[in-house]
């Protein structure tokens, strides 16, 4: 693999982790160094990446950053009963370009995923997510994208694109490998009424900063379908970090976005994973050892990932078929992990053959809204895509 685009981590953290206690998480990692050059890739299941990138940030006024603060804090922190090896393969620098940073980014990671490394992306303005998305166009023919974030990031198509537009590059950009967004924890000033209306018409989802904090297992069954997950640390209320973070007095708490952190590692299907807009400060502590936790409930979740969903041995599932007016509908349950699954129907010929179902993930109460003559709303939107 060509990974010349990475540059290593800075002396000074490493001089700072030669400090830590030997049962340190950043003492128990692979390290890239100038002493030692890139690790191993074969030997690792998870690598942290940083991306020096940010000229897209609309409000973002030149400054240069780095992640060293994130890096010390998350080195700091103990692991937990883990066997997944982690390695922290460095940065990759501005390009030229902005153009120059996604094609860097974008082969790198196409390079780890293909080899079934989770990469853990730190930046940097947050469409970098869309070089994160293209990574994918030679690995899987459709892509799931979540987004944890205050704003649908939708924008203006006709321009350039930027932090809060790169979503509307996504869906609009050949090729077309899309399946489903989803937005978790959105607030409704932060976006427009067409956005809003666009998401519907689209049969994207999208859950309120309300629904959230009122329930915290709704993003379970969403996580488990996502490939990416993306991270506005912009989700966050300002009570939580440092000033030069703080965007609105409402947001996800720090024990929520660490839950949702852990549900997108525990997800079999998520295979890279990002945080972005992060903007240092002076008093930069508190939000670089939030990163850091986030980053550590990400690799636990990882770490607690069980393989409940092929339905091939009957001892391992249960299913139940439940009666609406409009419509018949199948759901698995795994005697494993206790998680659901709800059946959609649909028509695709591959190979010849008509498949004619996909299993979507679900909550309990979706078994029991439908037993209760209620269609899920995750069900009719994946039906609308699948069928259009």
Not at 127 to 135: E, G, K, S, V
Not at 306 to 335: I, P
Not at 340 to 360: A, S
Request: with cysteine; charged share 25%; aromatic share 10%.
């Amino acid at each position: 693999m060509n990974f010349n685009f990475l540059s290593p981590v800075p002396d000074a953290v490493l001089a700072h982790n030669e400090l830590l206690s030997p049962q340190a998480l950043g003492r128990k990692i692979k390290i890239h160094s100038n002493q030692k050059g890139i690790p191993d890739i074969d030997e690792v299941k998870i690598v942290l990446i940083g991306v020096l990138e940010n000229r897209n940030d609309v409000n973002c006024i030149g400054e240069t950053f780095s992640l060293n603060e994130i890096r010390r804090s998350f080195y700091s922190l103990y692991p937990g009963s883990w066997d997944t090896p982690i390695a922290d393969i460095g940065d990759i620098n501005k390009g030229e370009t902005v153009e120059d940073t996604y094609f860097a980014l974008k082969e790198t990671l196409a390079a780890l995923i293909q080899k079934r490394v989770i990469p853990v992306i730190l930046g940097g303005s947050q469409d970098l997510t869309y070089a994160n998305y293209r990574a994918y166009d030679s690995l899987i023919p459709m892509v799931n994208v979540v987004n944890v974030d205050s704003r649908f990031d939708l924008g203006d198509t006709s321009k350039p694109i930027k932090n809060n537009s790169f979503v509307g590059k996504i869906i609009l950009d050949q090729p077309y490998n899309l399946f489903n967004y989803a937005t978790i924890g959105y607030q409704t000033y932060f976006n427009s009424q067409e956005e809003i209306d666009l998401m519907e018409r689209l049969y994207f989802e999208s859950y309120r900063l309300g629904e959230v904090n009122n329930d915290i297992t709704i993003v379970e069954p969403v996580m488990r379908d996502a490939n990416i997950v993306s991270i506005d640390l912009g989700a966050i209320k300002a009570s939580e970090l440092s000033i030069n973070q703080r965007v609105s007095p409402n947001g996800l708490n720090g024990k929520e976005i660490c839950a949702i952190a852990r549900y997108a590692g525990i997800s079999n299907k998520v295979s890279s994973f990002g945080v972005y807009e992060y903007k240092p400060s002076k008093d930069d502590e508190i939000t670089s050892m939030l990163i850091a936790q986030m980053l550590w409930y990400f690799i636990e979740g990882v770490n607690c990932r069980v393989k409940d969903d092929v339905f091939k041995e009957e001892n391992k599932y249960q299913k139940y078929t439940t009666l609406t007016d409009s419509e018949e509908l199948t759901f698995y349950k795994s005697t494993d992990t206790g998680r659901w699954w709800i059946e959609i129907p649909f028509l695709l010929e591959v190979n010849n053959k008509l498949k004619k179902h996909t299993l979507l993930p679900c909550m309990h109460k979706d078994y029991i809204d439908a037993c209760e003559n209620k269609i899920p709303n995750r069900w009719y939107k994946a039906y609308q895509k699948n069928n259009i």
